[in-house]
Nanobody
């Protein structure tokens, strides 16, 4: 009933840019609330990069402020992460997530994509 598919990762040189996309396929009984991007580097815990509500309110990790921009297209159930001025320390697997409200049960559940690798290296 719920599938999140990320795309846009890859290898980029320091200072370069990438745009990640995450398309959510959901049953019509769900409303998509908050969507976000997390990342996990080798040997580290998964951390929030940026999140956006259905109304467009955003929050960013300090490491992302001024360099990354999260946006969403509610009509397409898609969230984007524009990453500029990339640094080697941005290297990680990036995961999309979405909080879905079931209109049948009124419960909220969190769902994750499979992840996309971002490597920043010269």
């Amino acid at each position: 009933q719920v599938q999140l598919v990320e795309s846009g990762g890859g290898l980029v040189q320091p200072g370069g840019s990438l745009r990640l996309s995450c398309a959510a396929s959901v049953s019509s009984i769900f409303n998509i609330n908050r969507m976000g991007w997390y990342r996990q580097a080798p040997g580290k815990q998964r951390e929030l990069v940026a999140a956006i509500t259905s109304g467009g309110s955003t929050n960013y990790a300090d490491s992302a402020k001024g360099r990354f921009t999260i946006s969403r297209d509610n009509a397409k159930n898609t969230v984007y992460l524009q990453m500029n001025s990339l640094k080697p320390e941005d290297t990680a697997v990036y995961y999309c997530n979405a909080d879905l409200l079931s209109m049948a049960t009124m419960y909220t559940s969190r769902h994750w994509g499979q992840g996309t690798q971002v490597t920043v290296s010269s």
